[in-house]
């Protein structure tokens, strides 16, 4: 998609607006990934052959990342709104047009089609065709596309802070380090939720040794991932969330701007 036009365009700004706000939110996560905001240690156990590695504290993610995912969630939801009042053929300020999103036909027919009354039969049967309700009125299915996460997501930003978890994702490793070499494993299950208490590995009876005995390298490491904690993407990695979000509304944009130059 061509994110800059002569003159700039409105929806084109924002979108690119929302990709700046992100990639900040990813740097400042990067930040906070690095400080080891989760300590891990040893518990041996008298039922277990060894012992288990838990979280034995673990920092908050900075307020601050909420409210930069806010801003990028809502310039992305935004530019659809924008190009949409671009496309309406003799729009004023007064003009009540909007990318409209639903789950349900009926809401769609009665109210959304009212929004987009003004853009040409082309651009309103493929706005029309994109709905979520399609998916299913009111269904799980509806409720797990792209459009319906970001229009939900925007709507709670409006009112509260995104609340965000701190998670150890699918395929990452603890490392293990001894005098003879490093060992990898990873015993849990994909996504665990990080806080104190929760068991993310385990350590033989041999290892568990070596430690009481300061053989090995007590400094394990491991990747950390945020993810919603509750809303429409509750428990979903948040890069993987943007991910589906910014590629759908990029091909939606990039579809209705061919209406403006027509």
Request: hydrophobic letters at 40%; one cysteine or more; aromatic letters at 10%.
């Amino acid at each position: 998609m061509l994110l800059y036009q002569h003159p700039p365009c409105s929806w084109s700004l924002r979108y690119q607006r929302a990709l700046d706000h992100f990639d900040t939110f990813h740097k400042t996560f990067e930040w906070f990934r690095e400080s080891h905001p989760c300590k891990l240690a040893v518990n041996p156990q008298s039922e277990h052959p060894g012992g288990l590695i838990y979280v034995k504290g673990i920092d908050a993610a900075p307020l601050q990342l909420s409210v930069m995912l806010g801003d990028a969630l809502q310039n992305l939801r935004q530019s659809l709104d924008h190009i949409v009042w671009e496309l309406s053929i003799g729009a004023t300020d007064n003009s009540r047009t909007e990318f409209f999103i639903s789950d349900n036909a009926k809401l769609f027919r009665t109210r959304g089609m009212g929004r987009i009354a003004r853009v040409t039969d082309d651009a309103k049967a493929f706005i029309d065709a994109v709905q979520p309700y399609y998916r299913g009125d009111f269904t799980d299915k509806a409720h797990a596309e792209p459009l319906w996460i970001l229009d939900r997501l925007g709507n709670v930003d409006k009112h509260r802070a995104i609340h965000l978890l701190m998670v150890k994702p699918h395929g990452t490793s603890i490392r293990f380090i001894t005098p003879e070499r490093v060992e990898y494993w990873d015993l849990t299950p994909p996504n665990i939720k990080l806080e104190p208490g929760a068991v993310v590995g385990a350590v033989t009876q041999e290892q568990l040794d070596a430690i009481s005995k300061g053989e090995v390298n007590m400094n394990f490491t491991m990747e950390l991932e945020i993810a919603f904690a509750d809303g429409p993407a509750k428990d979903r990695l948040v890069r993987e969330v943007w991910a589906e979000l910014s590629a759908e509304v990029d091909a939606i944009l990039t579809r209705l701007s061919y209406w403006l130059v027509e």
